[in-house]
């Protein structure tokens, strides 16, 4: 090839055009207002969107979803079942903020998780109990008033997550003393505590963005 051909303009490879960011789902399993657990979600979305990250923030007090009974499912899959399972179906990234009750997780998690891993034998697209988990990069927050910050509920989480067929990120953070941890605004004051939130967010994220780029 000759000096004169690779400065023509249309020999150049055109830049690959950039990649969207990976889109992040970020809840907590409490409904509970004053829950450190929604506001750790909360200062969890701030800092990845200031990150770039394309996130979305779910409450799951917003879903009318029951216990779960399979009687009732026989009646019909709730129509805000379907609406989270499609919420987690979209999202390769999720960010978990498990409170510890009696050294687990909460009830109103498993209770999500339940009905978003059922299948629903008559549509054919959710017939597929793991179609909303399989091949998710999960990452584990939790908090507590205890020096521990929930700890537990990410022991039991885990194994729970791999058995959907998630990724569960290696590092995740438990915030202690949760009482003191945030602002007025709901930031985290402790330069440390963002840190730490940052590095879970970070993993799951590049994670996520390598599973994704694999052929399928």
């Known amino acids: 090839m000759t000096s004169s051909s690779l400065s023509d303009p249309s020999n150049r490879v055109a830049p690959a055009p950039p990649k969207p960011p990976v889109k992040l789902l970020i809840f907590a399993g409490s409904t509970r207002q004053a829950s450190f657990n929604r506001k750790l979600a909360h200062a969890a979305a701030a800092l990845a969107t200031a990150g ?6 779910i409450e799951l007090a917003d879903f009318d979803i029951p216990i779960y009974n399979a009687d009732l499912e026989t009646q019909g899959t709730p129509p805000d ?13 999720w960010l978990i903020c498990s409170p510890e009750y009696n050294g ?4 109103l998690l498993k209770n999500t998780i339940d ?4 299948p629903v034998k008559s549509d054919p697209a959710w017939q597929d109990g793991f179609k909303s988990f399989n091949g998710k990069v999960v990452g584990m927050l939790s908090a507590s008033p205890g020096a521990l910050g929930g700890l ?14 998630c990724w569960v990120a290696p590092t995740a953070f438990a915030l ?16 440390a505590h963002r840190n730490s939130v940052q590095a879970v967010i970070d993993q799951v994220l590049f994670a996520a963005s390598r599973l994704n780029a694999l052929p399928t």
């Open 81 to 93: 079942v379907l609406k989270l399972k499609q919420l987690m179906f979209d999202h390769p990234a």
């Open 52 to 57: 770039g990250a394309n996130v979305t923030l």
């Open 115 to 118: 009905w978003a891993s059922s």
């Open 104 to 107: 687990s997780y909460t009830a």
């Open 152 to 165: 537990g509920s990410q022991s039991h989480l885990a194994p729970l997550l791999l058995n959907l067929h």
């Open 176 to 191: 202690g003393r949760a009482g003191e941890a945030f602002g007025a605004g709901g930031q985290l004051v402790n330069e």
